[in-house]
């Protein structure tokens, strides 16, 4: 077995970071700036990282980065579209670099940092935690590190799949893609407990509400993030998700 390691969505620890660094200054009644000290941004990260380091007992980190567009971008338009007029936070290009540098980078063409922890976390042959505060690895066979919760939980395959179809159903208003109108988590729990954790109850759901399979599929496909074998990294090319006949 491989030595244990840990694999970091960076792009977690680089907003929070870069966030808590800022600082406001007010130079009269009518102007205020922002500015952010290159030195304290990279002392909040090293700090982000070294207390969740702790928490674990591994001291092994790696991080994987996202990259500005993804296959979701070329299948959804709408995808984080309503993000696009948010800011970023100060100094984030130049900490990501910096980041860089220090911890072994895991940025794969096309893919978001959740992708790559997927794939690499969801692989046997390697030994990863993952650590992220993202609850859709909830999606994804691996051990995970919940840092904002402080959970340490191992997710099965069984449990991951039928996470994911609970994703496909209720959708990600944050990421930008609906699901069935009207269903949360709950409903969706409550539609796959009743008639069965698979593609035709999904396929329903969309039905009953006037969309289509290929609404469906869309979702499905959004909410996947990816596993081990569903990227290749010689030509770039992600295997979409298709249901299980």
């Known amino acids: 077995m491989p030595t244990k390691k840990l694999l970091f969505d960076g792009d977690m620890i680089l907003y929070r970071a870069c966030f808590a660094s800022e600082k406001e200054i007010k130079w009269d009644d009518d102007i205020f700036t922002l ?23 591994c001291f092994d980190v790696e991080l994987a980065f996202s990259q500005k ?34 911890w072994p980078t895991h940025c794969w063409p096309r893919l978001e940092a959740d992708d790559v922890l997927g794939i690499l ?11 992220s505060g993202d ?38 208003m944050t990421d930008g893609y609906k699901g069935v109108p009207g269903v949360g988590e709950k409903t969706a ?12 109850t999904i396929k329903d759901a969309y039905e009953k509400a006037g969309m289509d399979e290929g609404d469906a599929l869309m979702n499905a496909r959004m909410a996947r993030i990816l ?5 290749n ?6 295997k979409l998700w298709k249901p299980k006949q």
């Open 135 to 172: 609850k859709d690895f909830k999606t994804v066979p691996c051990e995970w590190y919940n840092f904002l919760s402080e959970e340490m939980l191992v997710i099965k395959e069984k449990e991951a799949d039928y996470n994911h179809l609970v994703q496909t159903l209720s959708g990600d």
């Open 121 to 131: 976390g969801s692989d046997p042959a390697n030994n990863y935690t993952l650590v």
């Open 35 to 57: 500015h952010a000290d290159f030195s304290d941004l990279k002392d909040c990260f090293v700090s982000l990282v070294d207390e969740i380091s702790i928490n674990i007992g």
């Open 69 to 102: 567009k993804t296959f979701r971008h070329e299948l959804n338009e709408e995808y984080k579209a309503h993000r696009k007029d948010k800011r970023s936070p100060l100094g984030i290009n130049a900490l990501r670099e910096w980041a860089s540098e220090v």
């Open 189 to 200: 729990k409550k539609l796959l407990d009743k008639n069965g954790a698979s593609w035709q």
């Open 227 to 231: 596993r081990a074998g569903d990227y």
């Open 233 to 238: 990294q010689q030509t770039n090319k992600v």
